[in-house]
């Protein structure tokens, strides 16, 4: 792997309440670089202790308003100035985003970009935000004022670190919130980056921490009574779980889950045309994005030819080293994720799918986490394969008799993240756009757009990040009633 030397400059501390800190205790994580498997570097991992520490400091935070009292254009100021270091920081992102996670350097030079755009968005959109509106109802004038929810505990995953910070953690800080940004294992090293650039802005102490840690720090910042609003990125079973938590106190959650996408094509789409975006919509990351095409519905005159053309292209993929930029897929995030993803290979087959292209190690690349992007045919759409997110590049290709069969497949899921159909017939498009039940859908295999209002649908969650939807999410309500109603009315206010 070309670059792997790991040079940090807070290697022994932890981003706690907006400052560098001396963690509670020596407990560490071990990073192993996916493409090899070996160790790359132990750098601290958050314990209990540390994330009361960051709950503490920014309670007393939101006590005194030192966040929330500043002035909108004050808070953009500090966001603003994050947003800088992190572009100042866009090569140390990309590297240590790719070396840790297997995300293929050009995509992770991606996410970067599109992360930093987002909070460059997020600054425009901040400035449209009705903080305090006069409005006139049946009693009279009102005020109707957007104030903070409070501590905010955002739990990211680990295939959308810079992404995350557009999307939730910026917005929540510019509504007036303090955040806590919990990020998983395999974000230690683009995490430290992170946390560097926060640094640097200068937040009022208690008003950011970032740090990785295990599944019990998760809980214990879940189920703080301090933490007034969850945001959650992950699998659809833990996010339940964070939900029902939440509930016993009423804390507000935003719930971003799991996705089963169906990617429709259409009789009159030219496979050759769409081939490439339909490849590029299911194996980008590795299949590791709730948003891949992991159903691929065709008609079933054209199943076999669409098989054909899919092998052809999945054997031609640049496989191997993600920091190359020359590679097109790399390996898995963690050997666990491997595992798991073989393993609901073999029970597809069991259940009586065929391999068309895939299910094992890459020849040559046996020491890392590598999986090829495996094709399946021969699913029917109830089999375990089909119905259950995978998160690792598991593929099947699905026919269906005509377009309201497709459309009942693709609504045959208990996910509602994200559909896309590929024709030339417009008409045809926005019909069935209507009728899937998903948060976004795009035309000819659209990227969903983050900018844009962007959640699910049934057990892809709920609540929205993006857009000024996302944003007034991250806020509460408070209704001012200036002077009594007058007599004719008194009646009618109770």
């Avoid at 520490?53 to 603003?80: H, K, N, P, T």
């Avoid at 400035?127 to 004022?145: A, D, S």
């Avoid at 680990?158 to 800080?173: C, F, H, I, K």
């Avoid at 790399?330 to 895939?358: H, K, M, N, Q, S």
């Amino acid at each position: 792997m070309t670059g792997t030397a790991v040079s940090l400059p807070h290697t022994s501390e932890l981003f706690l309440a907006s400052r560098w800190r001396t963690p509670s205790s020596d407990k560490v994580f071990t990073v192993l670089d996916p493409h090899s498997g070996q160790q790359l570097i132990d750098l601290p991992d958050a314990a209990i202790d540390d994330a009361k520490l960051a709950i503490d400091l920014a309670v007393r935070l939101v006590q005194d308003g030192g966040w929330s009292d500043l002035a909108s254009e004050e808070r953009s100021e500090f966001v603003a100035r994050w947003r800088a270091a992190l572009a100042d920081r866009t090569e140390d992102l990309n590297v240590n985003n790719s070396r840790e996670t297997g995300m293929p350097i050009r995509l992770a030079s991606g996410m970067t970009d599109l992360g930093i755009a987002l909070i460059d968005d997020d600054l425009e959109l901040v400035k449209t935000v009705p903080f305090v509106e006069q409005r006139e109802i049946l009693t009279g004038t009102v005020e109707v004022h957007r104030e903070a929810i409070g501590l905010t505990l955002i739990i990211g995953t680990y295939n959308g670190a810079v992404t995350g910070l557009g999307m939730s953690v910026a917005p929540a800080l510019l509504m007036g919130n303090p955040v806590i940004l919990k990020l998983p294992p395999e974000n230690h090293l683009v995490g430290q980056v992170i946390a560097e650039a926060a640094a640097e802005a200068g937040f009022p102490e208690g008003a950011l921490s970032i740090f990785a840690g295990d599944a019990d720090v998760s809980r214990y910042l879940v189920a703080h009574s301090a933490v007034d609003a969850v945001h959650f990125t992950g699998g659809t079973k833990i996010g339940a779980e964070v939900a029902a938590v939440a509930a016993q106190r009423i804390a507000r959650v935003t719930l971003e889950l799991g996705g089963k996408t169906a990617a429709i094509v259409a009789d009159d789409a030219d496979l050759d045309v769409v081939l490439p975006t339909l490849v590029g919509g299911a194996v980008g990351n590795q299949g590791q994005m709730c948003i891949a095409s992991t159903r691929i519905l065709v008609s079933r005159s054209r199943h076999d030819v669409l098989v054909e053309k899919l092998v052809e292209a999945f054997g031609k993929l640049t496989v191997g080293d993600p920091l190359d930029p020359a590679t097109e897929y790399g390996p898995l995030a963690a050997e666990r994720v491997r595992d798991r993803t073989r393993a609901f290979i073999g029970r597809a087959v069991t259940d009586g799918a065929t391999i068309a292209y895939g299910g094992d190690v890459p020849h040559g690349l046996s020491d890392g986490y590598y999986l090829l992007p495996t094709l399946l045919t021969g699913v029917d759409n109830s089999m375990e394969v089909a119905q259950e997110e995978v998160f690792g590049p598991v593929f099947c290709v699905i026919p269906y008799d005509d377009i309201d069969d497709a459309v009942r497949i693709a609504n045959d899921s208990k996910y509602g993240l994200y559909g896309t159909i590929f024709t030339t017939d417009s008409d045809l498009a926005h019909d069935v756009a209507r009728r899937v039940r998903v948060g976004q859908f795009g035309i000819d295999g659209t990227f969903p757009s983050l900018a844009a209002p962007y959640g699910g649908m049934k057990e892809s969650g709920y609540g929205r990040v993006g857009g000024i939807e996302g944003m007034l999410e991250l806020s509460n309500i408070k209704v001012i009633l200036p002077g009594a109603p007058t007599s004719e009315t008194s009646e009618v206010a109770v």
